[in-house]
Nanobody, 116 residues
Framework: QVHIVESGGGLVQPGGSLRLSCAAS????????MRWYRQAPGKERELVAV????????DYANSVKGRFVIARDNNKNMVYLQIHNLKPEDTAVYYC?????????WGQGTQVTVSS
């Protein structure tokens, strides 16, 4: 059974940092590209970061380039999103997504709130 569980969200002051984690199981993790999405209240879900199955290549939304870093550990079936210099507009539910030609799996999300 596929499980994707995000963690690490919380309330952070502007300028702070967070590391989100995503634990995956039930599928061949190393064969899947991993993505982080976010959805702010009243807005559409936005793709913010992607990492290839091997971890060699990454890509980011323009809105987060230079502040977000995606990484993965295929030995632990984990993917991470390090967020620096948090801004109020980063407030959203952050979702982890595993995607390949054979599957498309989602977690339940973790809330990130940036506020003073």
């Amino acid at each position: 059974q596929v499980h994707i569980v995000e963690s690490g969200g919380g309330l952070v002051q502007p300028g702070g940092s967070l590391r989100l984690s995503c634990a995956a199981s039930g599928f061949t993790f190393s064969s899947f590209a991993m993505r982080w999405y976010r959805q702010a209240p009243g807005k559409e879900r936005e793709l913010v970061a992607v990492i290839t199955s091997t971890g060699r290549d990454t890509d980011y939304a323009n809105s987060v380039k230079g502040r977000f870093v995606i990484a993965r550990d295929n030995n632990k079936n984990m993917v991470y999103l390090q967020i620096h210099n948090l801004k109020p507009e980063d407030t959203a539910v952050y979702y982890c997504n595993a995607v390949s030609t054979v599957g498309d799996y989602w977690g339940q999300g973790t809330q990130v709130t940036v506020s003073s």
